[in-house]
């Protein structure tokens, strides 16, 4: 059982370069996240998508995007990475719509990022 | 504004005793709280949920109680064991709708041996 798979685990980035972190879910849920963990703060929502073709912003959405093409996979792109993106990125998903959603979040291993 | 606030940020509690971690939300529209456990390193995953129309719900070692007329709600660890030596978040959301968890900070618990 895979759930949500994260690549990579962790990368160290010069500032300024582009970096995409990859997610990918084998459990078809309809809703997939972007989380960033800091020490103190706390999980902060980047990004979300409800379902496939349509993505929302969260509470930190500056400096990242992301694209959600099919079911499965939900990239997260930081164009130019600066220092203060430093942190360790979770991706998320959960049933989502209607009564299949229990308000569960499955998430993967994280992918710890530091940028220099 | 912080919808969901979590406390202590951390806590130390003896082999055996009692975890205590507090969490109070604002939205009276949520209906779902559940409990995240996070292990150094993994993802958090859930622990336990709680939905308003019951008061407490135990679930071995670990029970939520919630008190709907405060906006408050609490997990308390009972017999706390090293192994239980996480972090925990609370959220709060409301279930059945595309809205989004609210999490609170976290609380860094700690079980001595």
């Known amino acids: 059982i895979a759930g949500i798979t994260q690549a990579p685990t962790s990368q160290i980035l ?3 370069r582009r970096m995409t972190l990859r997610c990918t879910q084998d459990m078809r849920h309809n809703a997939m996240y972007w989380y960033r963990q800091d ?3 706390g999980l902060r929502l980047i990004h979300y998508s409800n379902t496939a073709g349509t993505t929302g912003k969260g509470e930190v959405p500056d400096g990242y995007s992301v694209s959600r093409a099919n079911t499965d996979d939900f990239p997260l792109t930081l164009a130019s990475a600066v220092p203060s993106q430093t942190s360790v990125y979770f991706c998320a998903s959960s049933p989502g719509r209607g009564r299949a959603n229990t308000g569960e979040l499955f998430f993967g291993e994280g992918s710890r990022l ?3 | 504004q912080q919808q969901v606030k979590q406390s202590p940020q951390s806590l130390i509690v003896q082999k055996g005793g009692i975890s205590i971690i507090n969490c109070a939300y604002e ?3 949520f209906d779902y709280f559940p409990w995240y456990q996070q292990f150094p390193g993994k993802g958090p995953a859930l622990l336990i949920a709680i939905r308003p ?3 407490e719900k135990k679930e071995g070692r670990f ?3 919630f008190n709907k007329s405060a906006k408050q709600f609490s997990l308390h660890i009972m017999d706390s064991q ?3 030596s996480a972090t925990y978040f609370c959220a709060a959301s409301k ?3 595309d809205d989004k968890i609210i999490f609170g900070k976290g609380t860094r618990l700690h079980i001595l041996p």
């Open chain 1, 14 to 16: 010069a500032a300024g």
């Open chain 1, 39 to 41: 020490l103190g703060l």
């Open chain 1, 114 to 116: 530091t940028v220099l």
């Open chain 2, 27 to 29: 939205n009276t529209a």
């Open chain 2, 53 to 55: 129309d019951v008061s």
């Open chain 2, 63 to 65: 029970t939520i109680s």
């Open chain 2, 82 to 84: 090293p192994g239980d």
């Open chain 2, 95 to 97: 279930a059945n709708r």
